[in-house]
């Protein structure tokens, strides 16, 4: 069974580096949960090397500058890695091969931004090779993105999901669709999908090729079982559940922790706390 903490402090010292997800862990959306960005400049004070690990559809630089207009301005993350960067470099770096994509986003312009860089043009659903799932438009349900997706369906388009979460945490409890559950769809219905983000291991040993460290000396803060927890079992990884995430109110104890990973097929995780301190 997974061990209680009163404060990463406890175990810190068994790590070199901890790596973070962002939503429901580091913050909210909106801002920095209290009294985080002290406990992240405390672990660095002692020598720790931190990172984030994010499924967001983003390049890690826009990752980057956000986490430090929520409150962390002051944190100093050596590495900030997403699953739009790792899709990014897989095609800078002609691992993969795409010329043209149909773009479903969250705000106007995010796509093209995040292809800077590249060549590659965005076209529309009628001349497209495939889907790029990077987004879902704030504050919607997701309907629009998935009548596209159906049409898209129809003429067998492969889809690539650059963020495999399905909901993500916001402000006062609330939260919204995210990418990964019209991915979902989109393969329940027979579609190809590929992804990009955790729990799939590519992204956690790439992040411990930059860190440059042994899966023992790493540990991973997450608030997903799914995902944050998943990733890191199969990179062996140690791992923290914070239960104050997306499981809030319903997975709070040890044992609420292994029915949900017993349902989910998943491993359980070394550690949990309630919140990041």
């Known amino acids: 069974m997974p061990e209680a903490l009163r404060s990463l402090t406890d175990i810190a010292d068994r790590y070199e580096a901890i790596v973070f997800d962002q939503w429901g862990v580091l913050h909210n959306g909106t801002a920095a949960y209290p009294g985080v960005p002290d406990v992240l400049r405390e672990l660095i004070r002692t020598g720790h090397r931190l990172a984030v690990l994010s499924n967001s559809g983003k390049r890690a630089d826009v990752n980057a500058s956000r986490i430090r207009g929520l ?34 986003e969250a705000s106007n312009g995010d796509a093209e931004r995040w292809a800077s860089g590249l060549d590659l043009v965005f076209a529309g659903l009628e001349d497209a090779e495939a889907i790029l799932l990077m987004g879902v438009p704030e504050g919607t349900d997701g309907s629009d993105a998935a009548a596209a997706l159906r049409v898209a369906r129809g003429r067998n388009l492969p889809l690539v999901c650059t963020n495999p979460d399905r909901v993500s945490p916001r402000a006062d409890g609330q939260t919204q669709i995210s990418p990964g559950t019209l991915a979902r769809d989109y393969a329940t219905a027979g579609g190809t999908v590929t992804y990009y983000g955790k729990p799939h291991r590519a992204i956690f040993d790439t992040l411990a090729r930059t860190l440059d460290l042994p899966p023992d000396r790493i540990l991973m803060v997450g608030d997903s079982l799914e995902h944050d927890i998943t990733g890191a079992a199969s990179a062996g990884w140690s791992s923290v559940f914070v239960t104050g995430g997306l499981g809030f ?15 989910l097929g998943g491993p359980l995780p070394d550690f949990f706390i309630p919140i990041v301190r």
């Open 249 to 263: 109110g319903r997975i709070r104890d040890a044992n609420a922790i292994a029915v949900e990973a017993g349902r």
């Open 71 to 104: 409150g962390f301005a002051q944190v100093d993350f050596e590495t900030v890695m997403t699953s739009g960067e790792a899709f990014w470099q897989d095609i800078s770096d002609q691992i993969v091969s795409y010329d043209r994509l149909y773009p479903v």
